[in-house]
């Protein structure tokens, strides 16, 4: 089992940045899959980015402003989010899961542990 907890998020003005903090217990987040998903209110929960073995993957709508990273001595993933629009407003939520090295990273249904997410909030 593996216990993930999110933190950083919070309100923050179009332009400005946060780094999302998502800290594992149970197990050591290097032997899994990692991402970020996130869901705005009405909407259906969408991938943001993802690192598994040697690859890292970004949705379209954040490349270039959203680097996503590991700290495996801390056993902690980290989004940094910069240059955040009013869009990219939602509840974040990290997740974990053990899949094949060919596994698309960006199926929500594919990672089999997540946090209680993290309200991002940019305004305008």
């Known amino acids: 089992q593996v216990q993930l907890v999110e933190s950083g998020g919070g309100l923050v003005q179009a332009g400005g940045s946060l780094r999302l903090s998502c800290v594992g217990s149970?197990?050591?987040?290097?032997?899994?899959?990692a991402g970020w998903f996130r869901q705005a209110p009405g909407k259906e929960r969408e991938f943001v980015a993802a690192?598994?073995?040697?690859?890292?993957s970004y949705a379209d709508s954040v490349k270039g402003r959203f680097t996503i990273s590991r700290d495996q001595a801390k056993n902690t993933m980290y989004l940094q989010m910069n240059s955040l629009k009013p869009e990219d407003t939602a509840v974040y939520y990290c997740?974990?899961?053990?899949?094949?090295?060919?596994?698309?990273?960006?199926?929500?249904?594919?990672?089999?542990?997540w946090g209680q997410g993290t309200q991002v909030t940019v305004s305008s």
């Open positions: 690192t598994g073995w040697t690859r890292l």
């Open positions: 149970g197990r050591s987040l290097s032997s899994y899959a």
């Open positions: 997740a974990c899961g053990a899949m094949p090295y060919s596994s698309p990273l960006d199926i929500a249904n594919r990672y089999t542990y």
